[in-house]
T-cell receptor, first 116, second 115 residues
Framework: NAGVMQNPRHLVRRRGQEARLRCSPM?????VYWYRQLPEEGLKFMVY????????ESGMPKERFSAEFPKEGPSILRIQQVVRGDSAAYFC??????????????FGEGSWLTVV | AQSVTQPDIHITVSEGASLELRCNYS??????LFWYVQSPGQGLQLLLK??????LVQGIKGFEAEFKRSQSSFNLRKPSVHWSDAAEYFC?????????????FGKGTHLIIQP
């Protein structure tokens, strides 16, 4: 039973390029969360999605960042025109239902983005 | 909105000694509380969680945590640490109500184990 799968695990981009991070939730999970972990910081909530819907994007930067979770395929976190400050670990989590029952929120192993 | 404070950025403990990592939360209702551990370059592993009931919860790897409502705390303890416990520890809180409630994390405590 595969867990939350994230890829790539490590990604290097030059300033101005685009970064795409993918997340496949656990089987049977229809809710996906993205978190960002800056160096020496805890995880910060970015966005919460269900299939084809963005439920809460209150933690997403207003520009350059977008997320989707299509009917088919993985969830994608897209960062356009990356800057050095985007360098961070991006974690995806999934749950089978609305996240009040936190014991069902499972985290992936993260995608480490380095902007050079 | 909920918040989590982990007052200790770094803690150093000798191998075999006892451990307590502090966590204070701010939330108006009964929260859901969690402790996660993160090894370098790795994802988060859930150690334990509190939803309701017994305020002393047991987790994996010999960890336990006690929910104290009066102190708004959820401190993590282990009676005897092992070198493999060296990692970053995060306390997190989730709202008990409905809505798109992700987890709110503290900034973490870095645990160093001395031989």
């Amino acid at each position: 039973n595969a867990g939350v799968m994230q890829n790539p695990r490590h990604l290097v981009r030059r300033r101005g390029q685009e970064a795409r991070l993918r997340c496949s939730p656990m089987k049977g999970h229809s809710h996906v969360y993205w978190y960002r972990q800056l160096p020496e910081e805890g995880l910060k909530f970015m966005v919460y999605l269900q299939k084809e819907n963005i439920i809460d994007e209150s933690g997403m930067p207003k520009e350059r960042f977008s997320a989707e979770f299509p009917k088919e395929g993985p969830s994608i976190l897209r960062i356009q025109q990356v800057v050095r400050g985007d360098s961070a670990a991006y974690f995806c989590a999934s749950s089978p239902m609305q996240g009040t029952t936190g014991n069902t929120i499972y985290f992936g192993e993260g995608s480490w983005l380095t902007v050079v | 909105a909920q918040s989590v404070t982990q007052p200790d950025i770094h803690i150093t403990v000798s191998e075999g000694a006892s451990l307590e990592l502090r966590c204070n939360y701010s939330y108006g209702a009964t929260p859901y509380l969690f402790w996660y551990v993160q090894s370098p370059g790795q994802g988060l592993q859930l150690l334990l969680k509190y939803f309701s009931g017994d305020t002393l919860v047991q987790g994996i790897k010999g960890f336990e945590a006690e929910f104290k409502r009066s102190q708004s705390s959820f401190n993590l303890r282990k009676p005897s640490v092992h070198w493999s416990d060296a990692a970053e520890y995060f306390c997190a809180v989730a709202a008990s109500g409905g809505g798109a409630d992700g987890l709110t994390f503290g900034k973490g405590t870095h645990l160093i184990i001395q031989p």
